[in-house]
């Protein structure tokens, strides 16, 4: 059996982080597998308590500490290198710790990473909603179309991809020595994984989402909303409360649209290895110049890409109705 490092990033979520743990730690017991599953845990400057929880009930962890200041990319940063370094891992496992990971979760992983054919592939996983368990919301995409239905894996397990989001990522010890880690300069917090699985593909992996290898997550309408892209919540959101928070999230690297993510994950950018301060200040001003368009635009031509960019997403029928409600709340 091969070695399996899995990462897991954590800040101030010390419940959470006790429940992947336990979770992780039931499946690895019945598996009988300690000798070559490894759980590392990147403590990014926890005020909470999850460190000392972490040392006083699950001691077999592997625990490394930051100063608050490693964000996710720096965070899956220091544990792939230990995997690397310390553990000799094959394979290291991206995990976010706010999932409730399926009864045959370790099984799969396992069996993906005892697989000669994936020693050259990059493997996701699916986080899928508690409510409606056919809707998929953590996985990748293709040609910028998400993967949100299960529907989709119904002639295959698995589909090739373009990207995939860092919350269930296998990835060999190959991708690691050819291409190194991913870029926590640029990409500090969100778009790390974007950038370094892309990057791994332009070097010859392969990229495929697994439909056996999956967890589920409690998605509210809140998240829904908030990884809509930034013109749909301007224009939902007609409040100048609300639009100002949208004009902070571009210089707030909390915020998913931030211009770190603009910039570094745009074709022209995605290459370099610096980015000057000047592409940073233009793309701000550029997007805060498009939302306060958005306003002047005819009513038909929004309502028009906002109906298409619903029906891209595949929702449920009852998450699509909820978005609607909202929207002609606020309007």
Known sequence: MPLISIIIPVR?????????????????????????????VVNDGSTDGTKEMIME?????????GDGSLWWT??????????????????????NDD?????NFLVNLISICSNQNYQKTIVGGLVKDLTYLDWIVYSGSKKRQPISNINMFASSEELEVDVLCGNIVVIPRGVVNKIGYPDGVRLPHHGGDYEY?????????????????????????????????????WYLQPSFSQRYQIMKGLFSLKANQNVWVLVNLHSSNIKDKTTPIWKYIFCYFNKAYRLLLIDFLPKKYLESRFQQYLEQQNFPSEITAKIK???????
């Open 57 to 65: 009930q699950f001691g077999n962890v592997h625990l490394i500490e």
């Open 12 to 40: 101030n979520r010390k419940e959470i982080t006790r429940n992947i743990l336990a979770q992780i730690f039931n499946q690895i017991s019945l598996e009988n597998c300690e000798s070559n599953v490894s759980v590392v």
């Open 197 to 233: 699985i892309m990057r791994a593909k332009r070097n010859g992996f392969r990229v495929i989402l697994s439909s056996k290898l999956y967890a589920n997550t409690d998605f509210q309408i809140s998240d829904v909303l908030r990884y809509m892209p930034y013109w749909i919540q």
């Open 325 to 331: 409600q909202k929207k002609s709340m606020n309007n």
């Open 74 to 95: 720096g965070a899956i940063i220091k544990g792939m290198e230990y995997g690397v370094n310390q553990l000799n891992a094959d394979y290291l496992v991206w995990l």
């Open 99 to 103: 999932i409730s990971l399926a009864d």
